[in-house]
């Protein structure tokens, strides 16, 4: 059922008052058991590095979600593949997805409701509401439960677009430093051999190519028997004023 004046849960709010992804999936879950009433569990299914995983869940819904996973079929894999709201009224008479059907039924299900999280993207997932009544969703305001989906799939998009940015500062990093240690040993063979930069990066090159080893690695190796200790590592990188 669908109210008239939907107002969206206010999942700004949850959050900020997590610390972390799954924390907010989490306290997404209960928001969603909360607005169905007649829901027995409620799970958050999300694919990572091509795997599906329950994220977050209430009451008994891992096991049901993961049972699908397993036959690698189900309502919130084809919810969360396909993009598209799922809905099995009752389970006792569903014909799709093999034996899972019958597998829900035993672990005390009879019906489900599964809505796309972030569809057709590299983290796409799903919100798994399950009744112990047949038709259990049929009064559920369902326009708050495809909001709460419709919200959590912003959050994944966001926290994606945060993991990738710090995925990237360490990569700069890490670059950054090997550049550093690099130049320093240029600096070294400059001084040693009397000659400018090229040709001392040339001297380097060829030394790594002889030992089979990395030129990051030789310099570092380079600067640390001049030293007596590990190059210094590059300052982290700091906003402009």
């Known amino acids: 059922m669908t109210s008239e004046h939907t107002t969206a849960p206010d999942v700004t709010a949850l959050l900020l008052d997590t610390d972390s992804l799954d924390g907010f999936l989490q ?33 008994g819904a891992a096991d049901l979600d993961e049972a699908q996973y397993g036959r690698d079929d189900g309502p919130c894999l084809q919810a969360m593949r396909t993009g598209t709201e799922i809905v099995v009224p009752d389970f006792l008479g569903e014909q799709r997805w093999g034996p899972y059907p019958a597998y829900a039924v035993a672990c005390g299900a009879r019906s489900s409701l599964s809505l796309p999280i972030a569809p057709h993207t590299d983290t796409a997932g799903a919100l798994n509401l ?11 305001d ?5 909001a ?4 959590a799939t912003g959050a994944v998009a966001l926290a994606q677009r945060i993991a990738d ?28 051999q009397r000659c400018g930069p090229d040709r001392a990066l040339d001297v ?5 190519q002889h030992r089979n080893t990395k030129l990051r ?5 380079l600067i640390a028997d001049i030293t007596g200790g590990e190059p210094p590592a590059d300052r982290p990188l700091r906003s402009r004023p």
């Open 148 to 151: 709460l989906a419709a919200q």
């Open 165 to 192: 940015a710090r995925e990237f500062t360490a990569d700069l990093q890490a670059a950054l430093q090997s550049r550093a240690v690099i130049d320093q040993a240029i600096g070294v063979i400059m001084g040693q």
């Open 27 to 59: 306290a997404l879950a209960e928001e969603a058991l909360a607005q169905a009433p007649a829901a027995g569990g409620v799970g958050v299914t999300l694919e990572r590095a091509d795997r599906p995983l329950t994220v977050a869940s209430t009451g």
């Open 217 to 221: 690695d030789l310099c570092t190796d």
């Open 130 to 140: 399950y009744s112990p009544k047949p038709s259990g969703f049929a009064d559920a």
């Open 204 to 208: 380097l090159r060829t030394a790594s």
């Open 142 to 146: 369902t326009d708050r439960l495809r």
